[in-house]
């Protein structure tokens, strides 16, 4: 499929989506945060962006701090392999079990101010001095539980212990169908960045699900290439809505960023030959006829990347048939703050060069990721300070950005139900 093939299709009219201006009540209000926090990031299912791969040994854990509900969860592989949420609170008087962000314990959590224990499991083994206490077999002891709950290795809890859906329910069969052949069991994470915004959460989540952008303001990091001569006012081959969650696929000529670099930015244009970039062309590598399904649905070799955006707070964006980054997004204590956990995953070989040239290469693409998200966390700042001063007020969305329309509608039914 060409662009021009879409001919004057509109995405957005055919989902009977409204085309009028996008209010900004969510990116601005206090209120609205208020409501979002209750309806939204208390009752819904998160994926944590990590993978069952980092905790694999019984023990091992990590803890999921969430700001906007002020809750540090501990994520851990119990003695039977399974892995559960656990509140990172002492039932005691409150404290904090565990503070490290990454950990291993030996078969049970010991809190440090007076040495109450808790099974990995989460179940009261040692109350200390327990005969000093009153009705020891009345009180509750064990530790408060989260559901918890994987999909395809990543892990997702919900705050809800008993939540309304399971977590397949959330997902939606369609979303399922489409992306459970993609080989995210043979990845592993290697590169990692965060950052906390003075930018509101939906400003933030906007950043991440439109292709429009990439022409103007990554303009020096893929130059060019999103720009079809045939179709130049298009960058998108397919949308599609998929109950809560949306996907689009994108267009790309990444011979073009090599070619546009050769001169300009010569480091650049050689990594992408030796190793795996943003301008490495992926479609040339392997077959587009045999990728997974869910990717590159028009099967076209000029392919840039395609989103996955799960509701309320994680991101994929593909880059091949077997290298991602995924986003989390998250709102802050505040309804104008939020933190931001960029990842990019790749089959484990690729982060293990074998020469010194693949090495170099390897290094390059964490920087120059670095570089293109630093390119994005700029803008929303700045936006944020419009919307803070009365200045910015409503948004007019073209059709290729319908995933922000989409979003918008999702939250604001989601908080005002």
Not at 7 to 26: H, K, M, Y
Not at 250 to 264: K, L, T, V
Not at 373 to 400: H, P
């Amino acid at each position: 499929m060409k662009l021009v093939d879409l001919g004057d299709r509109r995405f957005t009219i055919e989902q009977g989506l409204s085309t009028e201006p996008v209010g900004i009540e969510s990116y601005s209000s206090p209120e609205y945060f208020e409501l979002m926090k209750e309806k939204v990031f208390k009752k819904t299912w998160l994926c944590t962006g990590k993978r069952v791969d980092e905790i694999p040994n019984p023990g091992d854990y990590f803890l999921e701090e969430t700001a906007i509900t002020g809750t540090s969860i501990i994520i851990v592989r119990g003695l039977d392999g399974k892995i559960r949420g656990l509140h990172n609170t002492c039932l005691h008087r409150g404290t904090q079990l565990v503070f490290e962000s990454y950990g291993s314990v030996k078969g049970k959590f010991t809190c440090i101010y007076h040495g109450w224990a808790y099974a990995l499991n989460g179940k009261n083994v040692v109350v200390t001095e327990q005969e000093m206490f009153f009705d020891v077999d009345k009180m509750d002891k064990n530790l408060i539980s989260v559901a918890v709950d994987v999909w395809n290795g990543f892990i997702f809890f919900n705050l809800d212990p008993n939540p309304k859906e399971s977590l397949r329910e959330h997902l939606g069969e369609a979303l399922i169908n489409l992306f459970d052949d993609y080989p995210f069991e043979e990845t592993t994470v290697g590169v990692s960045y965060r950052a906390d915004l003075d930018c509101s959460w939906p400003v933030l989540r906007d950043s991440q699900i439109d292709g429009y952008h990439l022409k103007y303001l990554h303009s020096r990091s893929a130059p060019n290439c999103m720009i079809s001569p045939d179709a130049p006012n298009r960058h998108a081959y397919d949308f599609k809505l998929l109950g809560k969650h949306c996907y689009g696929s994108f267009y790309g000529n990444r011979e073009m960023i090599i070619a546009d670099r050769s001169q300009s930015a010569p480091v650049a244009s050689l990594t992408s030959k030796v190793g795996s970039t943003l301008a490495s062309d992926t479609t040339a590598k392997v077959d587009v006829k045999d990728w997974p399904k869910g990717i590159n649905p028009a099967r076209s070799k000029d392919w840039f990347f395609d989103i996955l955006y799960i509701f309320p707070n994680f991101h994929f964006i593909f880059i091949s048939n077997q290298s991602y980054v995924a986003h989390k997004m998250m709102p802050g204590k505040q309804f104008d703050k939020s933190s931001w956990n960029a990842r990019f995953f790749a089959p484990p070989w690729t982060f293990k060069a074998e020469s010194l040239a693949e090495q170099w290469a390897s290094e390059y693409m964490k920087y120059s990721l670095r570089d293109l998200w630093r390119e994005d966390g700029n803008t929303t700042e700045g936006a944020q300070r419009s919307i803070n001063a009365g200045i910015f007020k409503k948004m007019y969305l073209q059709d290729q950005e319908i995933l922000i329309r989409h979003a918008d509608n999702v939250l604001n039914e989601a908080v005002k139900s």
